[in-house]
Nanobody, 115 residues
Framework: QVQVVESGGGWVQPGGSLRLSCVASGTFFRLYTMGWYRQAPGKQRELVAA???????NYADSVKGRFTISRDNAKNTVYLQIDSLKPEDTAVYYC?????????WGQGTQVTVSS
């Protein structure tokens, strides 16, 4: 069982920044593929960014150049730095930890972008 807990969401004005954090339990965190997803009201959950254990990252086209995913294996933590926020980035942001046999999800953290 892997516990996944997100934090760092909140309200921010357009153009602002946030850093989301996600802590995942487990001795083998360094091997997990960690992902950030988001779900806006009335929309399906979508992949925002993912980072493999060997450091390969991929991003949704809509966030390239504004979002950066990183990890600190010593802290069992993955981060999502979000810059130049737009109102359309408003969503619940979820973190997941993927191992070969299962994917574990956190409860999500709300990000609201408005003036």
């Amino acid at each position: 069982q892997v516990q996944v807990v997100e934090s760092g969401g909140g309200w921010v004005q357009p153009g602002g920044s946030l850093r989301l954090s996600c802590v995942a339990s487990g001795t083998f965190f360094r091997l997990y593929t960690m992902g950030w997803y988001r779900q806006a009201p009335g929309k399906q959950r979508e992949l925002v960014a993912a980072l493999t254990g060997d450091g390969s990252a991929n991003y949704a086209d809509s966030v390239k150049g504004r979002f950066t995913i990183s990890r600190d294996n010593a802290k069992n933590t993955v981060y999502l730095q979000i810059d130049s926020l737009k109102p359309e980035d408003t969503a619940v942001y979820y973190c997941n930890a993927r191992i070969p046999t299962y994917t574990y999800w956190g409860q999500g953290t709300q990000v609201t972008v408005s003036s």
